[in-house]
């Protein structure tokens, strides 16, 4: 019989309109193999949603925030109830392949990794409009061109495919509550997160590109208008984290981001247009164009407003009511 792994997986859940996403995500985490030792879902102020999970979920833990809205507070919760070696993380809407969070956790070997993360790769509902840039997978929540092809260390990995030593996340305080994903804002807490751990443990971030999950991506994310929305935001929001943190370098891959790997995707883009007759390639091209003004536009914005409401680092971790089932 195949032992569990030393991890437990927390899924933040908040809306009833992605019920069967947030079970297939669940079920993938269910299913990984080795398992997990536990599975444990948190609702973020929906009460509906907890009495539902509570009602139809086997063998996992579920919780009910009834604490400070958004994910990285919903995140908090869930690893406050954990008590293994390692938490991994998988988003509401997202299915975890299978070996996932075996692939996941396999650097955590070498004592000197703090933290790991792996690809996401998008799952379009419909077709991916044609002028999309890969650069910008970002912008849905994916994995995008420029990222390693292999295990390597990075600054930084996303929270919708993560995992984190327990002890590392505690030293912390966890995610910073108040920042991040909050109802339509969205601001990089897991970036935030994952410079605060490697600088408070003096450890390691490694990106696992084979420890694969797919994120759905609804129709409506999809139109040019959200693309520039959620450019502009992520501008704006990185300056806003480097104020937190008071590191002016925190952005340094952001700076390499802009210069390597945007204009090589102009240029591709160009290419295959001219030399190949793909016309595609001028739309993608023009969207990377679009997408970098419009986040430094947001940038510019943030550097203009100052220091408003910056929320203060995230405190010891407190616990709500636990609902187990099963």
Same mark, same amino acid.
């Given at each position: 019989?195949?032992?569990?792994?030393?991890?437990?997986?927390?899924? %933040?859940?908040?809306?009833?309109? @992605?019920?069967?996403?947030?079970? %297939? !995500?669940?079920?993938?985490?269910?299913?990984?193999?080795?398992?997990?030792?536990?599975?444990?879902?948190?609702?973020?102020?929906?009460?509906?949603?907890?009495?539902?999970?509570?009602?139809?979920?086997?063998?996992?833990?579920?919780?009910?925030?009834?604490?400070?809205?958004?994910?990285?507070?919903?995140?908090?919760?869930?690893?406050?109830?954990?008590?293994?070696?390692?938490? !991994?993380?998988?988003?509401?809407?997202?299915? !975890?392949?299978?070996?996932?969070?075996?692939?996941?956790?396999?650097?955590?070997?070498?004592?000197?990794?703090?933290?790991?993360?792996?690809?996401?790769?998008?799952?379009?509902?419909?077709?991916?409009?044609?002028?999309?840039?890969?650069?910008?997978?970002?912008?849905?929540?994916?994995?995008?061109?420029?990222?390693?092809?292999?295990?390597?260390?990075?600054?930084?990995?996303?929270?919708?495919?993560?995992?984190?030593?327990?002890? !590392?996340?505690?030293?912390?305080?966890?995610?910073?509550?108040?920042?991040?994903?909050?109802?339509?804002? +969205? @601001?990089?807490?897991?970036?935030?997160?994952?410079?605060?751990?490697?600088?408070?443990?003096?450890?390691?971030?490694?990106?696992?590109?084979?420890?694969?999950?797919?994120?759905?991506?609804?129709?409506?994310?999809?139109?040019?208008?959200?693309?520039?929305?959620?450019?502009?935001?992520?501008?704006?929001?990185?300056?806003?984290? +480097?104020?937190?943190?008071?590191?002016?370098?925190?952005?340094?891959?952001?700076?390499?981001?802009?210069?390597?790997?945007?204009?090589?995707?102009?240029?591709?883009?160009?290419?295959?247009?001219?030399?190949?007759?793909?016309?595609?390639?001028?739309?993608?091209?023009?969207?990377?164009?679009?997408?970098? %003004?419009?986040?430094?536009?947001?940038?510019? @914005?943030?550097?203009?407003?100052?220091?408003?409401?910056?929320?203060?680092? %995230?405190?010891?971790?407190?616990?709500?009511?636990?609902?187990?089932?099963?």
């Amino acid at each position: 019989m195949t032992s569990n792994v030393d991890a437990t997986v927390v899924i %933040a859940c908040h809306s009833m309109a @992605r019920w069967s996403f947030t079970m %297939a !995500a669940i079920e993938s985490a269910l299913a990984q193999d080795p398992p997990p030792s536990r599975v444990i879902v948190v609702s973020d102020n929906n009460l509906g949603l907890h009495s539902r999970l509570c009602a139809e979920l086997k063998g996992v833990v579920v919780l009910l925030n009834t604490g400070e809205r958004g994910a990285s507070a919903t995140r908090n919760l869930g690893v406050a109830h954990a008590d293994t070696t390692l938490v !991994a993380f998988l988003d509401d809407d997202a299915r !975890a392949r299978p070996q996932w969070l075996d692939q996941l956790v396999a650097p955590f070997a070498d004592p000197d990794v703090v933290g790991t993360g792996g690809g996401i790769d998008p799952e379009w509902e419909g077709s991916q409009p044609h002028w999309f840039p890969a650069e910008f997978r970002w912008a849905i929540g994916a994995s995008y061109e420029g990222m390693p092809t292999t295990i390597e260390r990075v600054r930084n990995v996303w929270s919708g495919n993560m995992a984190v030593r327990r002890v !590392a996340f505690d030293r912390v305080g966890g995610f910073r509550a108040g920042f991040g994903k909050i109802g339509d804002a +969205s @601001r990089p807490e897991d970036t935030d997160f994952c410079i605060r751990v490697a600088a408070g443990t003096s450890g390691t971030w490694m990106y696992v590109p084979e420890a694969r999950v797919d994120h759905r991506v609804p129709q409506e994310r999809g139109t040019f208008r959200f693309f520039l929305k959620r450019c502009y935001a992520e501008g704006r929001g990185k300056i806003e984290m +480097s104020r937190l943190l008071d590191e002016g370098g925190s952005l340094g891959a952001e700076g390499e981001y802009m210069r390597r790997v945007l204009p090589r995707g102009v240029r591709r883009g160009i290419s295959a247009a001219v030399v190949h007759g793909h016309f595609s390639g001028l739309s993608r091209a023009g969207a990377i164009v679009a997408g970098a %003004a419009a986040s430094g536009f947001g940038a510019s @914005r943030a550097l203009l407003s100052g220091k408003r409401g910056i929320p203060s680092a %995230a405190g010891p971790l407190s616990e709500e009511a636990v609902v187990p089932t099963g």
